[in-house]
């Protein structure tokens, strides 16, 4: 059967549409199994299941024949997400004779559930006339043609492969929650040039003007082969010379252009024309026995991205933005976004980076609704499409229902309701009713940041991410480059407190100039660790800090990654030689605060001993929830495993709360946590002193601990700590929130309405 399901799954690969899959699959099992009927019941959006084809049962039964979760033998399959092998079907409960198929003479029953990311997608049926159980190696089989099959769906539902067919167009696809908030919009583009996997799928308003702009650029390619040919010709061999003439030949195939051609009279851009064909070639190629024509994949590949190169020269003249740009991408930079006008960017999708990515960085600092890390997202075939973006759960929705349209609609009037009425605290203290006052501080990156946040009240800064300027640069920044931008930070702050990490690359955030390549990143070399193996980068990188701080005296120094004494003493030697130095140098500076980041397991169980060597302590919650819970967090396939609220992780900070206390030293929080109105809560009841978060959420959680008392705190955190697991913690939270009046500040699930 292994050969059968290669030449299967080849099949379903190069079918064009979803239709000629189903029917290659029903026919193509039935025939492998050697059995009388093979069905495929697909999953519609008032979630019934439509069988959508069939070789065995009656074809006029095709979208008639329907069956609800957990009625019939089908539905049962769909409820109880696992395979039905029966060799008497008709003497089930469950059985359910539908005259329409003509299915009564079929007695063996085999079906399997079609599950994508957990979702069931379908039933995929087997059925023969005579009373047998369908084998191990046959039931694993179908299990094999159902995930193959579920990530076929799973695409059309995407691109509107299913309307065509007459089921839901809707599609949801989750990522990471890069940038909170709710965008409606429509669906623009960004592919990287050249690049023969991500042209997005566009339509031609001119055939014939198309057919001749691909002429034009296929006789431009030609020109660049013949020089480069003749340039190389002294150099190269008779045998290497011949890849030049195979190019020549390539293009010079009638049949290659003439599919081209085809796909552009049909409608479709040049570009996607091109690259559809070239790669339908590459998999032809790549399928062959012979090894040396298997190789010629990687030629076929090479040159038609020379030839995509110069048919997407005038793409970028071409790009319009609607007036609500959901920009979408394999992975965005910042270049990207500075291309679309400021006031028509609604909202971003990426199918690569994390919620650390620059990007998502930058859309956090100016509040646009962002989801990273949507694997699954089909991004070139989603171009023009309406999208919703769910920043606050990492959720994605192409060509949303008129249901999901509304309920998100609604979120956003809320969200625009809720922001105006926060303004009247800005200037407020953030105490509980009974006084009990706590700093709220903000973490920045970009000087785009600082304006914001001081606009919304923030009293300092708890985490500058110094890497930014590291990134925008195409080498290390100088030390005076350096004190340029950390001055900036400080002036525009000051007399508030601005708390600098050091350079904190590795792991999921690396430099172009200085790649650091790992098996496991996350547990490597980052952080302090980099740093420390390279001093020179270290000591530049603290005397700007220290020149720039000059006359403002507001710096606080702080050291990521620290999991371990000596690692702390050797950075606070350097710290010091710094200082000494710009002191012998001539420079008015005063030696500021240094702290350590407990962001590692190790680091909680040395709060006391980092406290007797620094003058305050901040938790980076991020991290240390995803060591503590071996959790990825910023990878969508675990992201419902990442759990803030854990209770191994709040007993945690519990515990460096303590710690940090009995040894008198200052405790702040600076992940994404602390700017969660609902664990702020549980935070301040800790004791940690200060709150850093992103100035979006700044105002929702000074609102919330401005309406409850120190005394209501410390009791919801006492029945906290009790609970067994995070969906009890939020659930209690939930509660709280609901009983003090506060529901509108939080989202706790926006899409618990829309999940089915």
């Known amino acids: 059967m292994l050969e059968s399901l290669r030449r299967i799954v080849q099949e379903v690969n190069a079918a064009p549409n979803l239709r000629d899959v189903l029917n290659i699959i029903v026919a193509r099992v039935r025939s492998t199994m050697d059995t009388e009927v093979c069905s495929v019941y697909l999953r519609n959006e008032q979630d019934v299941y439509v069988l959508m084809a069939t070789e065995g049962l009656k074809q006029e039964a095709i979208g008639k024949v329907k069956l609800a979760r957990g009625e019939g033998l089908v539905g049962l399959v769909a409820s109880r997400e696992e395979p039905l092998n029966l060799d008497e079907a008709d003497s089930h409960p469950k059985y359910q004779y539908f005259p329409e198929t003509g299915e009564e003479v079929y007695s063996s029953f085999l079906g399997v559930p079609i599950i994508h990311h957990r979702k069931v997608l379908g039933v995929l049926v087997v059925q023969q006339k005579h009373k047998r159980r369908f084998d191990e190696g046959e039931e694993a089989f179908l299990v094999t043609m159902s995930a193959q099959l579920a990530g076929v769906i799973a695409h059309a539902e995407a691109t509107g492969g299913l309307a065509a067919i007459g089921q839901k167009a809707e599609a949801r696809f989750m990522g990471v929650a890069g940038a909170p908030g709710v965008a409606i919009g429509s669906a623009v583009v960004v592919s990287p040039l050249a690049d023969l996997n991500a042209v997005p799928v566009q339509i031609n308003s001119d055939p014939e003007e198309e057919l001749a702009y691909f002429s034009d650029s296929l006789a431009a390619v030609r020109q660049d082969i013949e020089q480069l040919s003749r340039q190389l010709e002294a150099h190269l061999n008779k045998e290497e010379r011949i890849l030049f003439d195979a190019y020549l030949g390539m293009l010079d195939d009638a049949s290659i252009a003439g599919e081209v051609a085809e796909k552009i009279r049909a409608g479709y851009s040049a570009q996607y024309a091109w690259s559809q064909v070239i790669l339908e070639h590459v998999a032809v190629f790549s399928r062959m026995e012979d090894p040396y024509l298997r190789e010629r994949a990687s030629d076929v590949r090479d040159l038609g991205s020379r030839v995509l190169a110069y048919l997407q020269q005038n793409l970028a003249e071409e790009k319009t933005y609607p007036e609500r740009t959901i920009l979408v991408g394999e992975e965005l930079t910042a270049s990207n976004l500075g291309e679309v006008p400021v006031d028509r960017l609604a909202g971003i999708v990426s199918q690569r980076g994390s919620s650390n990515s620059h990007i998502a960085i930058l859309a956090r600092s100016l509040g646009i609704p962002t989801v990273m890390g949507a694997v699954d997202l089909p991004f070139t075939h989603l171009e023009g499409h309406d999208m919703v973006v769910d920043g606050y759960r990492g959720a994605v929705y192409s060509d949303p229902s008129q249901r999901v349209r509304d309920h998100y609609e609604a979120i956003l009037t809320e969200d625009k309701q809720l922001v105006a009425s926060l303004e009247s605290i800005k200037e407020l203290p953030c105490e509980t009713i009974d006084h009990r006052r706590v700093a709220l501080w903000v973490n920045t990156g970009l000087v785009a940041d600082a304006m914001i946040s001081i606009e919304r009240g923030a009293e300092g800064v708890g985490l500058y991410r110094t890497e930014i300027p590291f990134m925008l640069r195409d080498r290390f920044p100088s030390e005076e480059e350096q ?235 006492q029945e906290v700590m009790t609970l067994a697991d995070a969906d009890s913690v939020n659930r209690r939270l939930e509660d709280a929130f609901r009983r003090a009046g506060l529901s509108r500040v939080m989202r706790f699930d926006s899409e618990s309405a829309l999940i089915h």
């Not at 002036?491 to 792991?507: E, K, N, Q, S």
């Not at 000596?566 to 200082?579: C, H, K, Q, S, T």
Request: hydrophobic fraction near 45%.
């Open 483 to 717: 004190r340029q931008v950390y001055r900036e930070q400080l002036a525009t702050f000051a007399p508030r407190p601005v708390t600098m990490r050091t350079l904190d690359i590795g792991g999921d955030k690396s430099l172009p100039y200085f790649p650091i390549s790992e098996d496991n990143p996350f547990l490597g070399w980052r952080g302090i660790r980099v740093t420390l193996d390279h001093p020179e980068i270290f000591l530049a990188q603290v005397r700007a800090m220290l020149k720039a701080s000059e006359g403002f005296d507001n710096l606080r120094i702080m050291l990521p990654m620290v999991s371990n004494v000596p690692e702390l003493e050797v950075a606070l030697m350097l710290i010091y030689r710094a200082y000494d130095e710009l002191l012998e140098e001539g420079y008015k500076v005063k030696m500021p605060p240094v702290g350590v980041m407990i962001e590692v397991p190790a680091a909680v169980y040395q709060v006391r001993e980092f406290a007797e060597r620094v003058d305050f302590l901040s938790v980076g919650s991020n991290d240390l929830t995803q060591y503590l819970l071996a959790v990825d967090r910023n990878n969508p396939r675990v992201a419902d495993l990442y759990h803030s609220l854990h209770p191994a992780v709040l007993k945690a900070l519990a515990s460096i709360a303590k710690d940090a206390k009995e040894q008198d030293t200052p405790v702040s929080i600076c992940g994404e946590l602390a700017g969660d109105p609902a664990a702020a809560m549980l935070l301040v009841g800790m004791g940690y002193d200060t709150l850093s978060m992103n100035a979006t959420n700044l105002l929702k959680v000074k609102s919330v601990i401005r309406a409850v008392s120190a005394q209501q705190i410390q009791h919801l955190l």
